[in-house]
């Protein structure tokens, strides 16, 4: 049966449930497939331990020929009795000397191409089968550990989510915003696919690395025909006899068919290796326990604009809120799970804030924020201006808040503001006047606003003049003191004089 025909069987060990997180070892694959290279390593082992030794022998040899030719290396004694030329026996003895000679070279010769040019095969062998059982134990390992550690904080944040949302069915009680079942859903849902994208990956990179086994060991299997070939050439020729022994050792390696081994591994392992058909996990498909919690379902949701607090600047920004049955009014960036963790940029518990009614697109809230952010801690309460898409949205907006707040949460009427959109007020007198952003800052009035008459920056005005009069007695009384210092000094200098 060929290579191409064989179809891996189902593992049902390695089969991913839909849990969040599911109790499997994903070692158990690449410990496998490591065992199998460290096979592989060894068998190569064996055979570079066999060249080893023949090259030793060829060496011994060598210098076993070196001693047999010194028997025949002088001349022959009395040699003037035997003719010179060739065809004599000087010229017999002197033949012998050079097979003899041409011996311990060709063995030489051999235990050199043995070391330089046979082991050598087998040693980057070795080398490759060494870096790949590396590659695939230390990366399946370290693959392990990222799914333990992810499966570790989901199954974390999911035991949270439940105490909180089991608190919350129990006391109903004022919640942290960090405790909110809400936002405690969202992070479990983010951790989950984090951990989900490192097993997913740790799978692809077994099934690569399993799709490119069958294709090692073929490469191994040539190789190994490649070194007994080379040392057939090399070593066979000391002797026919040899040579007859060294062609059949490489007759067998020949026989052995590129796919060979592989096959029969399928046959007695493939049921512990992953099945590339399996379709791979998605978050969307994946449950977990207090998903669908009546507190993790938010009162309202959707994106408004809303004004910054910043008193010298007039633009808005937009935003994702949200208002949870925890009643709190959650600001986020937007409302992607999956991206960043999507902690609460600002939240406001309804029950402590002032609402204001609306007035066309228009809300406000007066409060404090409480979330986790290094800001709020800072800040205290301030009004947040809001702008809806429309006017009914407003109002769906402020029904859901005032729901949320209860009758703990009082309510204002909203001023309506005398700018128009582009931030300049509105002026009876065609005249106007452009505000200092200073000025505007004292006064009270938000930059880019003008006014009919000067007399609005009058508080600046006051505050500029009062700091320059500050300044000049300060200068006065500085002048005051080094013309006392000066005179003190003087009666000093005249007595020094009068010493001297």
């Known amino acids: 049966m060929s290579g191409d025909s064989q179809v891996l069987p189902i593992r049902q060990a390695t089969t991913f449930s839909e849990d969040a997180v599911p109790d499997i070892d994903p070692t158990t694959t690449a410990g496998l497939l490591a065992e199998r290279l460290q096979a592989w390593k060894h068998a190569v082992g064996y055979l570079e331990d066999y060249v080893g030794a023949v090259e030793k022998v060829h060496k011994v040899h060598s210098k076993e020929y070196e001693k047999v030719l010194k028997t025949i290396s002088h001349p022959l004694k009395e040699g003037a009795h035997f003719d010179q030329g060739l065809g004599g026996v000087a010229g017999f003895f002197e033949n012998m000397r050079v097979n003899t000679q041409a011996m311990v070279n060709s063995n030489a010769e051999t235990e050199k191409t043995l070391k330089g040019s046979v082991l050598p095969i087998l040693e980057r062998l070795h080398k490759e089968i060494k870096a790949k059982h590396k590659e695939v134990s230390h990366g399946g390992e370290k693959a392990a550990k990222e799914i333990e550690k992810a499966r570790n904080t989901t199954q974390k944040h999911i035991e949270l989510l439940g105490q909180h949302a089991a608190s919350y069915e129990s006391a109903g009680g004022k919640m942290t915003p960090t405790e909110d079942p809400y936002v405690l859903q969202r992070g479990v849902i983010h951790r989950l696919n984090k951990q989900i994208i490192e097993e997913n990956n740790h799978r692809n990179d077994l099934i690569n690395i399993q799709d490119g086994f069958k294709e090692f060991e073929a490469h191994v299997i040539q190789i190994i025909q490649q070194a007994m070939d080379a040392l057939n050439q090399v070593a066979g020729g000391q002797a026919e006899k040899t040579r007859a022994l060294y062609t059949d050792m490489l007759g067998t390696a020949q026989c052995i068919p590129a796919d060979f081994e592989w096959t029969g591994f399928l046959t007695r392992d493939g049921h512990r290796l992953v099945d590339p058909k399996e379709a791979p996990r998605s978050v969307d498909v994946v449950t977990f326990p207090n998903q669908n919690h009546t507190s993790t379902k938010p009162l309202i949701e959707g994106s408004l604009e809303r004004k910054s607090r910043n008193k010298l600047s007039w633009g808005t920004q937009a935003g994702y809120y949200v208002v949870t049955p925890s009643k709190y009014l959650h600001e986020f960036k937007d409302d992607d799970n999956l991206r960043h963790d999507p902690k609460p940029e ?30 709020s801690k800072l800040a205290g309460a301030s009004e947040l201006h809001f702008i809806a898409h429309s006017a009914s949205e407003a109002q769906k907006w402020y029904d859901a808040i005032r729901a949320a707040a209860g009758a703990t949460g009082p309510a204002y009427e909203s001023q309506p503001s005398s700018r128009n959109v582009s931030g300049v007020a509105s002026v009876s007198d065609s005249k106007t006047q452009k505000i200092d952003p200073i000025a505007a800052q004292e006064a009270g009035i938000t930059g880019g606003d003008t006014v009919s008459s000067p007399t609005a920056i009058t508080p600046a005005v006051t505050r500029q003049n009062t700091l320059k009069d500050s300044k000049d007695t300060s200068k006065d009384s500085k002048d005051s003191k080094d013309s006392k210092d000066s005179k003190d000094s003087a009666p000093a200098d005249e007595k020094k004089a009068t010493t001297s």
């Not at 697109?361 to 800001?375: A, L, Q, R, V």
Request: proline residues 7%.
């Open 346 to 375: 600002l939240s406001i518990y309804l029950p402590d804030a002032v609402i204001g009614a609306p007035s066309g697109e228009k809300f406000h809230i007066k409060g404090k924020d409480k979330s986790s952010s290094f800001s």
